[in-house]
């Protein structure tokens, strides 16, 4: 017996010290919660001519940007003309009535600089960043450009050219006309229902005179907002502004600035369909060449301005937002179908929706679809578990400090506040607007907002591999390829006209 617990007690204490020599488990460290960046209220005035100014000041770095938004973009394109907002902006650096194109390029170069132009959905913009010994320079150029375009027909022929050939590259973009026709559908009535870079025939039409027309009307002082971010003092930057700005008055040739409005309606009837109208509208792009399929699939949402933008993007994150979310994990973690699945609240001044965007091989595209429907269903059909909630709090709160890092990118934060008409102090209140949400008040924003059953569905893929087993899921209209014309009110260009054109490329 003793012999026995001798042994045992060699073997307990060699185990022991083995134990001893192994490393010890790592277990992953506690987390805090992320805690939420700390946005200044920027100093704000407006100068007699009705232009507004925020200045946020940074002192990090010796830079300055500055940041004009017009607002205007492409929902104020002239009917018939889609495509102006973006062209009137992409020429602000071309050239003004006392600057040419290389002198504006070069001085900008010279201050160490860049500068970016173009034109959203509900805002046209023109930003300008100098190292903070330049400021002065960084001023005169911006307001030149934008109070003094000059639309020259050299640089309006060039423009055109290259617009005309990113067009016919972009008609060949399964991901492109995906996303051009989903918000042709889902926006179908409103003016956020065209090609906001415009089409072939739109941009060929565009003269001179429509482009100063469109400046005339929508770029005045009253209708604009400049936003000061970096190594300035708030008294410089405010006085610099009305020194470059403050003889900005609104061209005695252009009209009132009107007021587009939200209209709603429905999009080109489904074919076959006795009331004109599905539940839910299906259309595919067919492209014989395909060996993918592009996937949209939404319904309209809510406007920027909404008190439910914080609960929807607390949805969306679990639905397909950055990092976990649902649609991943399901489409491509569980079942292997594609590379990746996202969904976004996309939210203008006067209207949204909410897609879902993947691609897929062709054979899979119907189930890639019905599984994409699914887990809509199942979002609006049940509550967050506390986990989700909570996970998608952390990402959306952790995650803002990314969208203040530069100058440019708290510029860009500060306009959007203008554009939509939200208060300055917005971003110091968001974190904890999403951080005092319920499960029960997310589910409900998803119930109210989250439609799948009369979504639009569009697919740009090799149609005759899928179409059949489209049926179950609503009124199915298939388009070729060749036929599409994203600026028509039936989305397809007639016979006559495709016969031409066939011709014309036969020749």
């Not at 010890?24 to 939420?36: C, D, F, I, S």
Request: aromatic share 6%; proline share 7%; net charge negative.
């Amino acid at each position: 017996m003793k012999f026995g617990c001798a042994i045992k007690t060699v073997l307990l204490c060699a185990l022991g010290l083995l134990a001893a020599s192994l490393p010890a488990r790592e277990l992953p460290p506690l987390v805090p919660p992320p805690q939420p960046v700390v946005i200044p209220v920027p100093a704000a005035q407006t100068l007699p001519n009705g232009l507004t100014v925020l200045v946020l000041e940074r002192h990090t770095l010796p830079v300055v940007t500055l940041n004009l938004a017009i607002k205007a973009g492409a929902e104020a394109d002239p009917p018939g003309l889609p495509g102006a907002a973006q062209l009137v902006a992409s020429l602000l650096d071309e050239g003004t009535e006392d600057r040419g194109a290389q002198q504006i390029a070069e001085a900008i170069d010279d201050a160490g600089g860049s500068i970016d132009v173009g034109a959203e959905w509900d805002d046209s913009y023109a930003s300008l960043s100098v190292l903070s010994d330049h400021t002065q320079l960084a001023f005169n150029l911006l307001s030149d450009m934008a109070i003094h375009p000059a639309f020259s027909a050299e640089e309006v022929k060039r423009i055109r050219k290259q617009t005309l050939s990113a067009l016919d590259i972009l008609r060949h973009d399964p991901g492109y006309l995906a996303d051009t026709l989903f918000e042709r559908m889902v926006f179908w009535g409103t003016p956020y229902s065209h090609p906001a870079n415009g089409v072939e025939e739109s941009i060929r039409r565009i003269t001179s005179r429509d482009l100063r027309r469109f400046h005339d009307t929508y770029y005045r002082p009253s209708n604009a907002a400049l936003v000061v971010v970096g190594d300035i003092a708030s008294s410089q930057a405010f006085a610099l502004a009305r020194q470059f700005f403050g003889g900005w008055k609104a061209s005695p040739r252009s009209p009132a600035v009107k007021v587009l409005p939200n209209r709603r309606g429905s999009p080109p009837a489904s074919a076959n369909h006795p009331n004109g109208q599905a539940a839910r509208q299906v259309v595919v792009i067919d492209d014989p060449a395909a060996v993918q399929t592009e996937i949209r699939i939404g319904n309209t949402a809510i406007r920027r301005a909404s008190p439910d933008y914080a609960a929807l993007t607390v949805a969306n994150q679990v639905l397909g937002g950055p990092a976990v979310n649902l649609l991943f994990s399901v489409l491509r973690s569980r079942h292997g179908l594609v590379y990746g699945a996202s969904s976004d609240i996309v939210s203008y001044r006067n209207g949204g929706a909410w897609e879902a965007k993947t691609s897929t091989r062709t054979a899979q595209t119907s189930k890639a679809v019905e599984l994409i429907l699914d887990q809509m269903k199942n979002l609006r059909d049940r509550s967050l578990s506390s986990m989700d909630l909570s996970m998608a709090q952390d990402y959306l709160i952790g995650h803002m400090a990314l969208d203040f890092e530069s100058s440019q990118e708290v510029a860009q934060q500060l306009l959007e506040l203008l554009v939509y008409n939200l208060p300055l102090d917005y971003w110091s209140h968001f974190p904890g607007e999403v951080r005092g949400l319920t499960r029960d008040e997310v589910r409900m924003a998803t119930r109210r907002y989250l439609d799948p059953q009369h979504s639009v569905i569009v697919l740009v893929g090799n149609a005759q591999d899928f179409k059949d087993n489209l049926k179950s899921l609503g009124n199915v209209r298939i388009i070729p390829m060749a036929n599409v014309d994203l600026a028509s009110a039936t989305l397809e260009r007639p016979e006559t006209q495709i016969a031409t054109t066939d011709s014309t490329r036969h020749k």
